[in-house]
């Protein structure tokens, strides 16, 4: 009865031992082996097509790289790293087990573009202007489009709001949006006259008067308090 018991106790411990390999084993396999290391990463848009080295710029910048155990892989830190990238709008990384990573990437879209004048001195060539009013510079180039921003880069949102905002025909007639101020901000049309729009509320009620009062062709309108609509400087309309 003695050996039974002793012959227990010892198929016990060596099964002990040998689940406690086998954790081991695992966890190495999954957090320090090549097995389930990265041997494939890609790089998807959203949107359009990314230059080769728009797409090694989203790899390097995530930080991941081929060989890493995918486990270790922070796919929520790498994810915010790539959103601060300004011309990435959303990023999204994914492990594919057992051995790929895929990050998917959307672009900002240009509504609006910044002259080099506006921001920087070492800027050389116009910035795209997103929805947001980030400013941004899209791989691979772009065609410019939208009207010219100006003014101060901290309205730059409501600036663009505004124009966002405007109906159509009236968008089409907007060649720069000034913003002096979040509150202050001015349209000017390509017949070269200056809408004082205001701040970025009421933007229906103030596009409806702004119809009405270009009926009269004149130097400026300010629809800045749309229930006190003004026009300025009136052009001789014969």
């Not at 959103?83 to 994914?94: H, K, L, P, S, Y």
């Not at 772009?142 to 405007?166: K, Q, S, T, Y």
């Not at 006259?193 to 009421?202: F, K, L, P, S, T």
């Given at each position: 009865?003695?050996?039974?018991?002793?012959?227990?106790r010892?198929?016990?411990?060596?099964?002990l031992?040998?689940?406690?390999?086998?954790?081991?084993?695992?966890f190495?396999?999954?957090?320090?082996?090549?097995?389930?290391?990265?041997t494939?990463?890609?790089?998807?848009?959203?949107?359009?097509?990314?230059?080769?080295?728009?797409q090694?710029?989203?790899?390097?910048?995530?930080?991941?790289?081929?060989?890493?155990?995918?486990?270790?892989i922070?796919?929520?830190?790498?994810?915010?790293?790539?959103?601060?990238?300004?011309?990435?709008?959303q990023?999204?990384v994914r492990?594919?087990?057992p051995?790929?990573?895929v990050?998917?990437v959307?672009?900002?879209q240009?509504?609006?573009?910044?002259?080099p004048?506006?921001?920087?001195?070492?800027?050389?060539?116009?910035?795209?202007?997103d929805?947001?009013?980030?400013?941004f510079s899209?791989?691979?180039?772009w065609?410019e489009?939208g009207?010219?921003?100006?003014?101060?880069?901290a309205?730059?949102?409501?600036?663009v709001?505004?124009?966002?905002?405007?109906?159509?025909?009236?968008?089409?007639?907007?060649?720069?949006?000034?913003?002096?101020?979040?509150?202050d901000?001015?349209?000017?049309?390509?017949?070269?006259?200056?809408v004082r729009?205001?701040?970025?509320?009421?933007?229906e009620l103030?596009?409806?008067v702004?119809?009405?009062l270009?009926?009269?062709k004149?130097?400026?309108?300010?629809?800045?308090?749309?229930?006190?609509?003004?026009?300025?400087?009136?052009?001789?309309?014969r």
């Amino acid at each position: 009865w003695l050996s039974r018991q002793r012959l227990r106790r010892r198929l016990r411990g060596v099964s002990l031992i040998g689940l406690t390999a086998l954790v081991v084993f695992g966890f190495w396999i999954v957090w320090f082996s090549p097995w389930l290391a990265v041997t494939k990463l890609s790089v998807i848009s959203l949107d359009r097509e990314l230059p080769d080295q728009a797409q090694n710029d989203v790899i390097v910048t995530s930080g991941i790289s081929l060989g890493m155990p995918l486990a270790r892989i922070d796919a929520e830190q790498a994810t915010i790293q790539l959103e601060e990238v300004a011309w990435i709008d959303q990023a999204e990384v994914r492990r594919a087990w057992p051995d790929a990573v895929v990050i998917a990437v959307a672009m900002r879209q240009p509504v609006a573009r910044a002259e080099p004048s506006e921001l920087f001195d070492d800027e050389v060539e116009p910035l795209a202007v997103d929805r947001n009013g980030v400013l941004f510079s899209p791989p691979g180039g772009w065609e410019e489009a939208g009207p010219i921003l100006r003014g101060d880069r901290a309205a730059f949102g409501d600036a663009v709001r505004v124009f966002m905002d405007l109906p159509e025909d009236l968008a089409g007639k907007v060649r720069i949006v000034q913003a002096v101020s979040s509150n202050d901000i001015r349209l000017q049309l390509r017949d070269e006259a200056i809408v004082r729009w205001g701040d970025a509320r009421d933007g229906e009620l103030k596009a409806r008067v702004l119809k009405v009062l270009l009926k009269e062709k004149a130097e400026g309108y300010d629809v800045s308090t749309p229930d006190l609509p003004s026009i300025f400087e009136t052009k001789d309309n014969r």
